[in-house]
Nanobody
Framework: QVQLVESGGGSVQAGDSLRLSCAAS????????LGWFRQAPGREREFVAQ????????YYADSVKGRFTISRDNAKNTVYLQMNSLKPEDTAVYYC???????????????????WGQGTQVTVSS
C-alpha cells in the first residue's frame, strides 16, 4: 500500500516562499502522474498543480500559475511544490496525491488520484 507523507508547511508572511515535499513509501512514483491539491476552511478541496508521469508536462490552477512550480524526483519517490510570492488566499491544508492508474494521460480530477497524503498546513498572513 502506497503511503504519502507531506512536509514543509508552516506559517509565513505574504510574499514569502515555501517548498513542500511529498515522499512515498510502499510503492513507486515512476509511471504515475502526481498532483497537489489544497483545502481551505469551509471550502472544497481544489486542484493546485499536476506533473505528468513523464515529468515534462505540468499543469497549474490559474490562481497559482507563475508563482508555484511542481517537480518530481522519481529516484527519491518524491514530488515537490515550490511556492513563491505567497498570498493570504493560499492559506490551506496542502495534499499530495498519486494517480491510481499508471501511464494515464494527464488528469487534474481529484477522483483519479487514489493515494493521498495526510496534508500539511500552510498559513500566509498579510
Amino acid at each position: 500500500q502506497v503511503q504519502l507523507v507531506e512536509s514543509g508547511g508552516g506559517s509565513v508572511q505574504a510574499g514569502d516562499s515555501l517548498r513542500l515535499s511529498c515522499a512515498a513509501s510502499g510503492g513507486t512514483f515512476s509511471g504515475y502522474s502526481l498532483g497537489w491539491f489544497r483545502q481551505a476552511p469551509g471550502r472544497e478541496r481544489e486542484f493546485v498543480a499536476q506533473i505528468h508521469w513523464r515529468g515534462g508536462g505540468t499543469y497549474y490552477a490559474d490562481s497559482v500559475k507563475g508563482r508555484f512550480t511542481i517537480s518530481r524526483d522519481n529516484a527519491k519517490n518524491t514530488v515537490y511544490l515550490q511556492m513563491n510570492s505567497l498570498k493570504p488566499e493560499d492559506t490551506a491544508v496542502y495534499y499530495c496525491a498519486r494517480d491510481e492508474r499508471r501511464f494515464r494521460v494527464a488528469t487534474t480530477r481529484s477522483a483519479d488520484f487514489g493515494f493521498w497524503g495526510q496534508g500539511t498546513q500552510v498559513t500566509v498572513s498579510s
